[in-house]
């Protein structure tokens, strides 16, 4: 997913803006799959399906309905954080004490989505905008779509970041991503902080889903890599850590980059499989590794 | 002080070996003399707050409690003794709203399978459990903060007066749970309960595995919170921490209650002396 243009001779600084614009949506590809880990403790294999659904009621709106590339991705962030909170109530709450049911009822949910996609929009990926233009910065040309992804993904991490750390409601939510009955004997409610992340992790999705797309193009499989690279920043994070995986996906980010700018443009996704392999034989709790919930 | 507990293994060794005619013989014995002296309004003449009747608890075929009656009143101090596997966590936990169960068990008048552990929370019934259930990679104050995330209470005014009665928890304000002693998380694992300021105080354990040093500091805390007037309902298999600061004790093995008393009453009783006291 590294931009293309990024040629073998870029400068130092092209790379490290590169390195800046993918990782930061990297981390906010993930956000949503650490958050549902950690605190539900379940593996949500459906986060690739939000991803593709972001982008394609963002192309809806915005391209087909013709509100333009805003709407489509404010509708994006709508959409999938009900459709994910309407899916944990309905589905995911009544199955997430066992986790393997779990498991297969996401997977079954991803191909579903995907098919559904495909019967629907065709195999064609769908062309998606947002900003036309470019700007340099510090020798590198860079896009106002990648620009304003960049900034709108660094927005969203810092303000998650700032309420898990320091509001009361998400000290709630990471106490009981620590201990659900720690959170009980206290007075957290499990389900209700559960629909919290699962809404929150499914609109972050929705918005990572347009930010690929204008990038790629939105097609009914462009779900799969980004589930990939999620298990790979979040294991290389530390399950369930918020920083560990802004951190996973800056190493992955900057592994990417690297490999394009000089291994091999044609490596850049086994990369991310390369990180999850070493990280789980060299050091499998992760770079910031935390005890997983103790249920 | 001297909290051993020279009983237990002898009485366990007995329940092991599958012998329990004595604690049969015993149960019949003593709950047909002494079931005034387990009541809340015999003892402290006011309507109880937990007021337990006829409970019963299964774990699949297993059975783990088997018609408890016990009542708590306001301001009461009451221990449940026994050893391992008699139901002493079972009962703290279905009392907290955390087990399905079978009879009566109300606290403040309001059965409390009606009510989620959260509703319980907010209404002052908090637990500290035996494995203290803390958050390991949360800082001592955010521990306690969360502490009062249900009660209606000044948060600054609880922490000074938990920082009071712990003062080890006031040195580690900003240290992780996880990294602390197994004393210091009992400290803080009862500091987070009574955060919540709670009107009963269920209390898991809070001796087990700890140093006779720390057992002390514990003990002291444990004697402020009751000159405070927090109702306090104890599970203890230490019998020696448990008569001395409970005003009633009851004493549950394999699921039945099969003693209920004073401590003095307890202390002078042949079995309980043999079987806990170390003869």
Redesign the interface.
Known sequence: MVDPTVSLQAAPSTVLVQILILSSLYALVALGFTLIFGVGGVLNLAHGANITIGAFVAYVVGVQQGLGGFAGLAAAFVVTGILSGVYYLGLIKRIQDEPIMVMIITLVTAVAVEEAIRFVYGSQPKVLGLLSGRINLAGSTVTYTQLFAFALSALLIGALFVFVNYS?HG??L??TS??H??A??????ADRINLVVWVAAGALAGVAGVFLATRQGASWAMGRTPLVLSFSIVVLGGIGSIRGSVLGAFVVGTLEVLTVQYVDSSLTGLTPLLVLVVVLLLRPEGLFG??LV?A | MDWSIPGMVALASASDAGDDSDATDTSDETDGTDESAGTATGAAGGTPLLDVADCAVSYGKVSALRGVDLTVGEGEFVAVIGPNGAGKSTLCNTVSGFRDYTGSVRYHGAEVSDQSPRDLVQQGLVHCTESRDLFGYMSVEDNLTLGAYRANTNVDERLAFVYDLFPALAERTGQLARTMSGGEQQMLAIGRALMGDPDLLVLDEPTLGLAPVILDDISEGIEQIQANGVTILLAEQNVTFALRHADRIVLLENGDVVRRGSPEELREDDYIHESYLGG
């Not at chain 1, 009980?184 to 409610?189: D, R, T």
Request: net charge positive; charged share 40%.
């Open positions: 009361r000290k709630a990471m106490a620590m201990s009955k720690g009980a004997l206290v007075g957290i409610e935390r005890e103790e």
